[in-house]
Structures are given as C-alpha cells and as structure tokens.
C-alpha cells in the first residue's frame, strides 16, 4: 500500500506542478502583453497604427520617441515639465506620508494614552472600507483652506498617516524591543532622541521599502493632480489627457505609446532592482495587537 500512496502522491503533485505553470504563464501572459502591444505601437507610423494595432510592426520608427521629447505637451507643459512635476510630487509626498506614518505607528506602538485603541481601530477602518463619498468633501475642505492649485501648502494634505504605511511600521515597531529605548532613556535621552537615533534606524530597510512602494503608486497617479494639481500636470495626468483630449488624440497615438514606454522605464527599473527589498521588509511587518 505504501508504494501505491506514494505513486499517487506523486502525480498529484506533478498536476499540481502543471497546473500552477499554466496559471503562471497565463498571468504573466496578461501582464506582459501589454506592455510589448505599447512598445510594439510605439514604434509604427500613425498609418500603419491606423490599420492594425495589433500586427507587428514593419517600419520601425524610432522618430516617435524624439517626437516625444519635442512636441508631446499638454497646456503648455512639455515632456520635461511633466517629469518635474512627476519628480517633486513624487519626492515630497512619499516622503510626507511616511513620515508622518512612523509618528504616529510609532506613538500607538510604543506609548499608553487615552484614545490610544480607537485611533487603532479608525487607521484599520479606513483601510479596509472604502470611503467612496469623502472625495467632495475632502476636495471642498482643502479649497476652503487654499491648498487646490498650490504645491506650497498642497502637501499638508498628504500627511495623514492613516494608511497602509502605518500597518507595516506599527507591527515594527511593536517588534522592536522596549531595552533599546530603556538605555537611551538611562543615558538621558528624550523621546525625540530616542525615537530618531535608535529605534527609527533599526526599520530603515522597511521605511525604504514603504517609499519605494508609494513612489510607484504616485508615479502613476493621475488623479490626484486631477482633482488638485491641474496646473501641475505630472507625467501621468499628461498622458491620460493627451490620450484622451481630441486635440492631441486624434493623429498622436504613436507618440503617446512611446510616451507612456519612456514614463514606464523608471518605475520599471526601480522595482526590479529593489524587488527583494520590497517582499523582504513588507512582509516582516503586519498586525500586531
């Protein structure tokens, strides 16, 4: 009986096997096309876009992509524009909301006051229940204070803490042993101190996985400078429109696959060099009452 269990064993496990590969080939298949159907576009002449988008590619036209640099725009802002945009707005909310995450993961982690659970429990209901109609409240809130159209006070907005950040760096922080801050009060040290000298270092590899994450994400928003930044057009908002708006859409469908294959390469490069940074640090951190 033994032989026998253990040749059944097997198969299943090579089914298993086989199953597992076609579903991998299938959604890597569904994740790659894309990307190789833009690339493809990217380099075809608005004629033969026009004629088949799918076909492959016969002419080869690089010219696209240096069209990209002088002619792709949208309300004046060129290519250039768009990408320092992309790059301050990218810069200073992920840095913002990180921030002010660790404060506040750190101060429920580490410290006893009233109210302590509930603003636990609200940072998790945020999370998980999406919050459909705050968006005209919140848009109505920040254009009372003056903060829509204005990159000089738009970023208190962004320093909320209340958002997945906080999950990871809370069960960090709960992790990280109270002896450390113990010698550092010992030693003299206040909480500011303590906080930005010893426990703060000890999860700069999840800090750096966190940003590197939100980059991506605020790389390619476009929603936000939308709803609040349309003076600011970043290199997603940009391309949305020009896909979009009839005056650029019409006969710039190459130059915007080249476009949005250039604005990819970035993000595209940060994660495949960081991608075991990422997976490493996200997931050591979790819920942790």
Known sequence: MKPIAHKHAGKVEKATAIIFWIAFFIIAFICIFPLFWAFNNS???????????????????????????SSFEYDDVNYFGMLLNSLWIVVVKVVVNVASSAMLAYAI????FPGKDFLYVVVIFVNTIPIIGSGPAAFKLLDFLGMVENPLTIWIAWAGGFDFAFIVLYGYFKGVSPAYSEAAYIDGAGELRTFFTIILPQVIPCLVAIMITQAIGVWNDYGTVMIYLRESPNLAYGLYMYNTDSRYAENSKPVYFAAAVISAIPIIILYASTQNLILTNMTAGGLKG
Do not use: C, H, M, P
């Open 109 to 112: 982690a580490r410290f006893r």
């Open 43 to 69: 380099l075809k002449t608005f004629d033969e876009y026009g004629q088949n988008s799918f076909a492959i590619t016969q002419s080869w036209s690089f010219s696209n992509y240096v069209e990209v640099f």
